[in-house]
């Protein structure tokens, strides 16, 4: 019962501000002096909670009004995002490497999960293929080699176009009990700025941290570092044992005043050095709406600080909170350049499931510096694109080198890559070139392409290589391959133009994921089903 309250809160406000037009309206016809108070309830509009109603319900207005309500309705001027174009297609004989870098970030999902209960379609940075399909956890196989993690790889037929195919390549790490995890040494750096003084900031928070110390064990130690104009610490590292009083800590906090991030991040690296635990975990946990405008804010000048105070064995997660200012595209670099991890906070559910149910996944790291290769066959495939991962592409030489940077895999994560690919002879999105000849190559029939995933063990060292064939054999999509791909479409329809979904509606893919649900422990399909039907009433 509680999704449709979420969805007719904003229906309801959408209704009352249409109200407001029309009456202002009326006053501007009959009285000049009247007419121009009238403009912020335009701007008003125009936010995302409102504007597709508001396009909808609004009556007739005077030409001033109009054009200020011609606003696109999905945008947001005061939240951040990077607008990635789409990987692009390649052509097989041309470019047969695809290399990038994993990915265990979920935040895009939360966020426009966010956007979507609020009543809005999110902006189209918002929208990250590749995190909404990780947010889902799937039955992978784990390791039996030794190795920290499962390889899987499964074909199939792609449901927007019957030309294509979809390989999926799965990876699961080992779990472990959070009993069995090193001790930790974890800093709360906590944005007390006034930004945060909404019921999605601080308080959210609170709630949020509190739910980790009930998770804290006596070997465990945390410290408490807040800022807003100036930054200070709270609460010293102290020993997982004294729950009371660090819960008695983040209660205290209050929120005013403006941003500086970056001292409230040089100080929370000082406190987790002056706690550090030798071969144990060290992390900072980022709690913010992103929202610097004191000191250091730049982008770059942010990113280049996680990346060198990552050499201190620290790493940097980002837990990103509030609206209307969120500044989405620099929580999700800083995790990357830190070696975190990103996740949206917006509700108390989605807090449990990342700091109680996925804590292993979110503290302890079973493999640093994962990147995966794909090598088609030219014999067998003509064409290929991977869905996603577009601030994750690196370089062909880049996989060898040890000195670039990858992501980190979590224990128990599991990190899912979805290529569409075009057989040899089916009809591709590329026009044949006129001059080009054919290449020589070397037909292995039973091979699709060969996989190769280099990672660094957790406690340093030499990189080390998986290598296995994919073969071009081509099953009946399982279940976890089918709703995959029903996240994945529907990432693609979110995203606007639907060059590459073709005539698959919305209402095919919430259709889809609904007969994919399968094993549905924690509701999460069943949910994701639902956001699909919000959406589908709120496109235009």
């Not at 449709?4 to 016809?29: D, H």
């Amino acid at each position: 019962m509680s999704h449709p309250l979420l969805f007719l809160r904003p229906a309801a406000q959408g209704f009352a501000v249409t109200v407001l037009v029309a009456l202002a309206g009326c006053e501007s016809s009959s009285s000049p002096d009247l007419a121009e108070p009238a403009a912020p309830v335009a701007e008003l509009q125009s936010a995302p909670m409102q504007g597709a109603l508001v396009k909808r319900m609004a009556m007739p207005a005077p030409m001033r009004m109009q054009e200020s309500m011609a606003m696109d309705y999905r945008s947001e001027p005061r939240e951040q995002y990077a607008n990635l174009p789409d990987n692009p297609v390649h052509r097989v004989a041309e470019t047969p490497v695809s290399t990038f870098s994993v990915d265990v970030d979920t935040g895009s999902y939360a966020n426009v999960r966010r956007f979507l209960n609020q009543g809005s379609l999110p902006p189209e940075g918002a929208v990250r293929l590749e995190e909404m399909v990780n947010y889902f956890p799937y039955s992978y196989a784990l390791p039996s080699d030794g190795s920290p993690f499962g390889v899987t790889t499964e074909l199939a037929a792609t449901p927007w176009n019957p030309h294509t195919q979809l390989l999926r390549i799965g990876i699961k790490a080992s779990d472990r009990a959070v009993a069995e995890l090193a001790p930790a040494n974890l800093v709360f750096l906590v944005d007390v700025s006034g930004s945060m003084d909404r019921r999605e900031g601080l308080p959210l928070v609170q709630g949020t941290l509190k739910l980790l110390v009930d998770q804290l064990r006596d070997q465990d130690r945390v410290s408490l570092v807040v800022y807003a104009g100036e930054s200070r610490v709270v609460l010293k590292p102290t020993s997982g044992r004294d729950k009371a009083k660090i819960r008695n800590a983040i209660d205290q906090l209050t929120a005013g005043g403006s941003t500086a991030g970056a001292s409230g991040i040089e100080l929370a690296y000082q406190m987790a050095r002056e706690g550090f635990i030798d071969k144990g975990i060290n992390r900072i946990l980022l709690a913010t709406d992103g929202d610097f405008n004191v000191g250091i804010s730049d982008f770059d000048s942010l990113k280049q600080m996680a990346a060198e105070q990552r050499k201190s064995g620290v790493a940097l997660t980002t837990l990103g909170f509030g609206v209307d200012n969120y500044n989405e595209h620099l929580m999700e670099q800083l995790a990357d350049a830190g070696d975190g991890n990103y996740a949206y906070i917006d509700t108390l559910r989605e807090a449990r499931k990342v700091l109680v149910d996925q804590l292993s996944s979110t503290l302890a790291v079973v493999a640093q510096d994962v990147k995966l290769q794909v090598e088609f066959n030219p014999a067998q495939v003509s064409e290929y694109r991977l869905l996603g991962y577009e601030n994750r592409a690196l370089k062909r030489e880049d996989f060898n080198n040890d000195k670039v940077d990858a992501g980190e895999i979590g224990a128990g994560h599991t990190v899912t890559a979805l290529y569409e690919i075009v057989p040899k002879g089916e009809k591709g999105w590329l026009e044949p070139l006129r001059y080009a000849s054919a290449p020589a190559v070397e037909a292995k029939s039973d091979e699709l392409a060969m996989l190769r995933v280099r990672y660094k063990p957790a406690a340093g060292g030499d990189s080390r290589l998986i290598e296995r064939p994919i073969s071009q054999d081509i099953t009946k999509a399982s279940d976890d391959l089918r709703f995959a791909a029903a996240v994945a479409a529907f990432a693609q329809q979110l995203k606007g133009d639907g060059r590459y979904t073709g005539n698959m509606s919305l209402k095919d893919t919430a259709a889809l994921a609904r007969s994919a649900r399968g094993d549905d422990p924690f509701g999460l399909r069943n949910e994701f089903v639902q956001l699909v039907e919000l959406a589908q009433s709120l496109k235009p």
